[in-house]
C-alpha cells in the first residue's frame, strides 16, 4: 500500500495510506429479472409494430427488451407492473445507476426504482424520446450506498410507452455509459 508524503514547513508528514479503491462496474440486461409482473413485459424488436421497429432496433443487440406497452401501463388505472433483480455489490461504497432506456413521449418517460425495498424514487423524466439512451439516476441517494454482498433492485410501473435494454450500477461518478455496455451478468434465457 502506498503513503502519501508532505513537507510542511521543512517538517515531513505522513498523511496515512492512500487508498486506490478498484472501480466496480455491475452490468446486466432488463430482460435478465428474475421476476417480472405484467404489464410490464420482454419484447422483441421483431415484433415491434413497423413503425417502431427501426427505432427500437438501433443499437440493441439482442433484439429484446423489457417494457410497459403504451396504453397497458397508466397508474392509477393500473399499480401492477414489477421486474425485480437480484445482484452482488462486491464492495460497499457509494454506487451510480444508469439504465439504458427508450421513452415514447413526456408521458412515458419515467419508472420507480426501489433498492433492498427503500422507498421508490422516481427514475428519467428527461426529454429525449424514440432513441436508445443513457439516464442516470439522481445524485446522492441514500439507498445507491450499498453495502457488500446481495441485493435487490425492483423497476415499478409509473408510467407506460417505456422501454429499458440495460441496468448499470458503478463505483465511478465519472463514467459516462454510451451504446450497449459489456455484461457482467448473463441474461436470463
Known sequence: MKRLWSSVGGVVL???PLLQAETVRICFEAVSAERIEPPMTVAWVSNAPPALRASLGKELAKGRYLEIPQGAGNPP?????????????PVAGEYYLWCR?????????????????????????????????????????????????????????????????????????????????????????
Open 14 to 16: 505522513s498523511l496515512g
Open 101 to 189: 432506456v427508450w421513452w415514447s413521449d413526456e408521458c412515458g418517460n419515467s419508472f420507480w426504482i426501489s433498492l433492498n425495498g427503500a422507498k421508490p424514487f422516481v427514475f428519467g423524466e428527461n426529454a429525449t424520446f424514440k432513441t436508445w439512451h443513457w439516464v442516470k439516476a439522481p445524485a446522492r441517494l441514500k439507498q445507491l450506498t450499498l453495502e457488500k454482498g446481495p441485493q435487490t433492485l425492483a423497476i415499478r410501473n409509473r408510467e407506460d410507452g417505456v422501454a429499458i435494454s440495460q441496468i448499470l450500477l458503478t463505483t465511478d461518478r465519472t463514467y459516462v455509459p454510451v451504446g450497449e455496455e459489456p455484461l457482467t451478468q448473463e441474461p436470463a434465457p
Open 77 to 89: 388505472k393500473v399499480e401492477a407492473g414489477e421486474a425485480v433483480y437480484r445482484f452482488d455489490a
